[in-house]
């Protein structure tokens, strides 16, 4: 049986399935009144550029260890039940899905505020790295709101 | 020899290489690093100035006087996807 980290905090280059991840978190418990997700994907403009496909670069190791630092402190500072959060590395098609956070709480208004918060700090603190292929050539992203 | 670790465009600016071999000969600290990259990389020498990439040992973020042990990971960490991690 895999841990409860190796369940809920993946990094990995295939893609997920959204429903699979929110029954995941549905069957932890049956306190669970509401999920809130975010789902973030690819778009095919940045900055007025058209974007064609994106890469991931991720830290191996640290980039784990920062999700798993992220789920921890939702699970004490919020009235959550469980989060799952996962992110894609590798080459992504415009459209296709980059993130996933899933909150499960009793009722809705943690579950939204838990899950804003997890996608903030997982893009504030999680060493990822996005690489835009546009027409004009390969741009490093630095940053996004 | 210390092995540094690169990411996104530090891996760029150094030819596309994954990583650094590098031999700190006057000093143990990450600022003594940072000299050597000035030396021989002075693009990611001078974001690291800028602050724009960090350094980390031992997946943490570093400081110019955090010492550098045998065996230490090391890396370069340009800015995160999702916005500046400082």
Same mark, same amino acid.
């Given at each position: 049986?895999?841990?409860?980290?190796?369940? @809920?905090?993946?990094?990995?280059?295939?893609? @997920? %399935?959204?429903?699979?991840?929110?029954?995941?978190?549905? &069957?932890?418990?049956?306190?669970?009144?509401?999920? %809130? *997700?975010?789902? &973030?994907?690819?778009?095919?403009? %940045?900055?007025?550029?058209?974007?064609? %496909?994106?890469?991931?670069?991720?830290?191996?190791?640290?980039?784990?260890?920062?999700?798993?630092?992220?789920? !921890?402190?939702?699970?004490?500072?919020?009235?959550?039940?469980?989060?799952?959060?996962?992110?894609?590395?590798?080459?992504?098609?415009?459209?296709?899905?980059?993130?996933?956070?899933?909150?499960?709480? #009793?009722?809705?208004?943690?579950? @939204?505020?838990?899950?804003? =918060?997890?996608?903030?700090?997982?893009?504030?603190?999680?060493?990822? =790295?996005?690489? #835009?292929?546009? +027409?004009?050539?390969?741009? =490093?992203? !630095? #940053?996004? +709101? | $020899?210390?092995?540094?670790?690169?990411?996104? $465009?530090?891996?760029?600016?150094? &030819?596309?290489?994954?990583?650094?071999?590098?031999?700190?000969?006057?000093?143990?600290?990450?600022?003594?690093?940072? !000299?050597? /990259?000035?030396? &021989?990389? +002075?693009?990611?020498? #001078? /974001? *690291?100035?800028?602050?724009?990439?960090?350094?980390?040992?031992?997946?943490?973020?570093?400081?110019? !006087?955090?010492?550098?042990?045998?065996?230490?990971?090391?890396? /370069?960490?340009?800015?995160?996807?999702?916005?500046?991690? =400082?």
């Amino acid at each position: 049986m895999p841990t409860d980290d190796a369940q @809920f905090v993946r990094v990995q280059r295939e893609d @997920f %399935s959204v429903d699979a991840e929110i029954n995941l978190v549905r &069957g932890r418990s049956k306190r669970i009144g509401g999920i %809130s *997700i975010f789902l &973030g994907t690819a778009r095919d403009r %940045s900055k007025g550029r058209e974007v064609v %496909s994106i890469t991931f670069d991720h830290y191996e190791g640290m980039a784990q260890r920062k999700l798993r630092e992220i789920r !921890e402190r939702a699970m004490k500072d919020f009235d959550i039940i469980e989060v799952a959060i996962l992110h894609r590395y590798g080459e992504i098609g415009i459209g296709d899905n980059i993130v996933l956070i899933v909150v499960g709480a #009793e009722h809705r208004a943690e579950a @939204f505020r838990a899950c804003q =918060w997890a996608i903030d700090e997982l893009k504030r603190i999680t060493p990822i =790295w996005k690489l #835009e292929y546009t +027409p004009e050539g390969e741009v =490093w992203v !630095e #940053e996004h +709101p | $020899m210390i092995t540094v670790r690169l990411f996104g $465009m530090t891996k760029s600016l150094a &030819g596309n290489q994954d990583s650094l071999s590098l031999a700190l000969t006057n000093g143990r600290q990450v600022k003594d690093l940072v !000299e050597l /990259l000035d030396a &021989g990389y +002075p693009m990611i020498g #001078e /974001l *690291i100035h800028k602050k724009k990439v960090l350094v980390s040992v031992n997946q943490e973020i570093a400081h110019e !006087e955090t010492e550098i042990l045998d065996g230490d990971e090391l890396a /370069l960490l340009p800015p995160f996807a999702g916005g500046t991690p =400082w």
